[in-house]
């Protein structure tokens, strides 16, 4: 029988493509769900035992198969395997939450009491005025943005982080940090960790960590070339080779790489116990996560509500705040943890 450990690498050495796949398909159902006013009417088979379907509430058992069986009989069809690990009554919404487990990477879903509706997340509606009762204010708001460099959630937070830092730029206060685990989330040895005491690692292995820490030492020093450098680097590498591929995508976007090595040959384990203390006094546990005067961002993940949340932290708004972004398409609300 295979150890922990044996489990838990196993699970990480599945490639980041599993992670959109599962993104994907969690996008096919809340878009069937939209569409066709829930999973029941999809191309389900209702000749199954769950006989008070649309009438009473379902017992999580019953919700459990309904949900494992749609998903992987007809969305799924062998190319992936789904399951439940925890269902729970939400009472504030009156919904069963699930945690779906794709390709060993977790997913918070829900689904209504009847097993008739499944949703990807639950939205809150908060409306704008709202909304600013919700930060903290001050005259340049803080804005910490927490990713693992190749989470694909973390990477498409960047890609709506971006715009809105190139928006307000010195009107707040905008920091990147990095989620960095260790053996207490079950990491260790040098396929995943910077140290023999397993207190710096990352969930997609050594090569990630060795990019935050660049990235961070990029933050530090040249900080007019650190998205150039972010977005490029997510673009043209990957978990598996960045530590190959990252200096001639910095030389091309003008990042000083032998300064980006000092720094990460002299400074990485400083750098990163900060980043862990960080973490502890956020409780991070996943990528992303974002905070504005310290509070989380729970929002849909689009520039323009982003840029909205944040300008309602202002004790006095700048005019930049009046500006509109990309409003098109929201990014997933999945997480890498």
Not at 216 to 238: G, H, M, P, R, S
Request: with cysteine; glycine share 6%.
């Amino acid at each position: 029988m295979a150890s922990k450990k044996e489990k838990k690498q196993e699970a990480q050495t599945i490639s980041i493509k599993v992670e959109w796949i599962a993104m994907a398909v969690l996008f096919i159902i809340l878009a069937l769900s939209i569409f066709t006013q829930g999973f029941s009417k999809l191309p389900f088979n209702l000749k199954s035992p769950f006989s008070n379907l649309g009438n009473d509430e379902m017992s999580e058992d019953e919700v459990k198969e309904r949900v494992t069986k749609y998903i992987n009989e007809e969305l799924l069809q062998g190319q992936n395997a789904a399951s439940i690990t925890e269902i729970i009554k939400d009472e504030d919404s009156g919904l069963y939450k699930i945690k779906l487990d794709i390709g060993g990477q977790e997913y918070e879903s829900f689904v209504s009491m009847d097993g008739k509706y499944l949703y990807t997340e639950r939205i809150e509606i908060k409306l704008s005025d709202e909304v600013a009762e919700d930060y903290p204010k001050k005259d340049s708001p803080d804005v910490l943005l927490f990713t693992m460099s190749y989470c694909p959630y973390g990477n498409q937070a960047e890609d709506f982080v971006k715009p809105v830092d190139d928006l307000l730029g010195d009107n707040i206060s905008f920091e990147p940090h990095y989620v960095i685990y260790g053996s207490a989330q079950g990491y260790q040895g040098e396929e995943y960790c910077l140290d023999s005491e397993n207190k710096y690692c990352s969930m997609h292995g050594i090569q990630e960590l060795n990019q935050d820490v660049r990235e961070i030492c990029t933050w530090k020093y040249q900080q007019d070339k650190y998205w150039d450098f972010v977005l490029a680097a997510n673009e043209k590498c990957d978990y598996k080779n960045v530590d190959e591929c990252w200096e001639q995508v910095a030389e091309d976007v003008g990042v000083d790489t032998d300064k980006i090595k000092s720094c990460q040959s002299n400074e990485a384990t400083d750098l990163l116990a900060e980043e862990v203390r960080l973490n502890e006094e956020y409780s991070v546990t996943g990528s992303p996560a974002l905070f504005i005067n310290g509070k989380k961002y729970e929002g849909q993940r689009v520039a323009e509500n982003f840029k909205q949340a944040i300008c309602a932290a202002f004790n006095n708004q700048p005019g930049s705040c009046s500006e509109t972004l990309d409003e098109s398409g929201s990014a997933p609300s999945g997480s890498c943890n």
